[in-house]
Nanobody
Framework: DVQLVESGGDSVQAGGSLRISCKVS????????MAWFRQAPGKEREGVAA????????YYTDSVKGRFTIFQDNAKNTVYLQMNSLKPEDTAMYYC?????????????????WGQGTQVTVS
């Protein structure tokens, strides 16, 4: 089994930066694909960034390219999402997700394990 615990969400001003974290514990064989999703009130869950550890590839939704970066610290078993140049439309609950291998890295149904979420508010 895999446990994911997000942290670091906060309220920030537009143009600011924030780094959120996802602490991973449990069976590491189930976490080759890691991703961040977000969901704003009244909207569907959206894939933001994904990282396939095995191939060293990363994926981003168009709206965050050049502003967000997903990366991992394997020594700390933690996945991060560095968010720069934040915009009010980035306001959402951000969720960490994991699976063995995601066929479509930014699609939520590909992922088996989810954290509880951390709130990011940009004003």
């Amino acid at each position: 089994d895999v446990q994911l615990v997000e942290s670091g969400g906060d309220s920030v001003q537009a143009g600011g930066s924030l780094r959120i974290s996802c602490k991973v514990s449990g069976d590491g064989h189930n976490t080759n694909s890691m991703a961040w999703f977000r969901q704003a009130p009244g909207k569907e869950r959206e894939g933001v960034a994904a990282n396939y550890v095995g191939g060293g590839r990363t994926y981003y939704t168009d709206s965050v390219k050049g502003r967000f970066t997903i990366f991992q610290d394997n020594a700390k078993n933690t996945v991060y999402l560095q968010m720069n140049s934040l915009k009010p439309e980035d306001t959402a609950m951000y969720y960490c997700a994991a699976t063995v291998v995601a066929g479509d890295p930014l699609v939520s149904y590909e992922y088996n394990y989810w954290g509880q979420g951390t709130q990011v508010t940009v004003s």
